[in-house]
């Protein structure tokens, strides 16, 4: 007997994924019965500007499980995300990844030429508020990660968090910020890890139901905890500011196309790391059937 699952291709690259998805589920020989639903940007028109169709959450409350692809959040208009839509109406309040490391596979977490081997642990509390005007999603933590197997990485204790908060002056205006703070891993054989912090905002302009104008900066900062010889004998602290701008058309229900220009400008107290970069991206999505789209970019 076939098990019947909703099947949410999404929209952007979302498809696609779902297509690679469905076909190596179908490859271990047990039998689906796949009801197509749409949800996301491609779908708002249609369903005066909801992006998550009621017919789709009918659909899932009837089969009881359901695939997703990935989803764009609408921006400039006010809507809540797919995302927290679904966790939402359909009461969901735990996400469960089980993962298993294989003997013989190298993982970023087992690396003998950095001696990056640790063991991390990490509490995790978050909020979200979302009102038709208001969204704010704010979470703060904790992260505690200590060397294993004789490694040379450092120990490490550090709080991690994140915001994202945006509120709608009008139906076609919307202001956001957004920040960041928390461990990354690099490279560096000396400096396995360092401190990331990132703050900045932004503003969407919506023109229509087919044009938004974004322009969106923000100050970042990395500090790398040892001071090591090949950056001189000093802790590396690295700045990054970032603004740019640019806008997105959708022509019709199945071609959307965009162009952004981003301003990077790098500086250190290690010499020889600042510079600028300007990267100018075009994207282009063509949306061939529900389950399958074709995406592209040059930058």
């Known amino acids: 007997m076939a098990h019947r699952v ?25 039998e689906f019965d796949w009801d ?29 499980v359901a695939l997703k692809g990935p989803i764009t959040t609408p921006v400039g208009g006010g809507f809540r995300s797919v995302n927290v839509g679904l966790r939402k109406e359909l009461d969901m309040y735990a996400q469960v990844r089980p993962c298993k490391s294989y003997e013989g596979v190298r993982t970023r977490f087992d690396d003998p030429v950095q001696g990056g081997d640790n063991r991390s642990e990490a509490i995790l509390l978050g909020v979200v508020v979302d009102r038709p005007r208001v969204y704010l999603s704010l979470s703060a933590g904790y992260r505690d990660s200590r060397p294993i197997d004789a490694s040379r990485f450092r120990e490490l204790r550090t709080p991690t968090g994140s915001y994202f908060a ?20 690099s490279v ?7 401190i990331a912090t990132s703050n900045g905002g932004g503003v969407n302009l919506r023109f229509g139901a087919r044009f938004t104008v974004r322009a969106y900066g923000d100050y970042a900062e990395n500090r790398y905890p040892i001071a090591s010889a090949s950056d001189g004998g000093i802790r590396r602290i690295d700045t990054i500011g970032t603004f740019g ?20 400008r790098y500086d250190s107290n290690v ?4 510079r600028n970069i300007f990267r100018l991206t075009s994207l282009i999505s063509f949306q061939l059937s529900p389950i399958v789209s074709i995406r592209g970019g040059l930058s």
């Open 271 to 274: 010499p020889g790391v600042a």
């Open 245 to 264: 701008g640019g806008f997105q058309v959708s022509l019709g229900r199945r071609l959307v196309l965009g162009v952004f220009g981003t301003e990077y």
């Open 188 to 194: 560096s054989e000396s400096n396995p890890y360092y």
């Open 36 to 64: 197509v639903r749409q949800a996301g940007t491609d779908v708002m028109e249609e369903n005066g500007g909801n992006p998550l169709p009621q017919d789709t959450l009918d659909s899932i409350r009837e089969n009881g």
């Open 166 to 185: 945006s509120y709608l002056l009008r139906s076609s205006v919307e202001i956001f910020v957004n920040g960041f703070r928390g461990a990354e891993y």
């Open 6 to 30: 909703t099947l949410i291709p999404g929209d952007g690259t979302g498809p696609e994924l779902t297509e690679a998805t469905r076909r190596v589920l179908e490859a271990t020989g047990v």
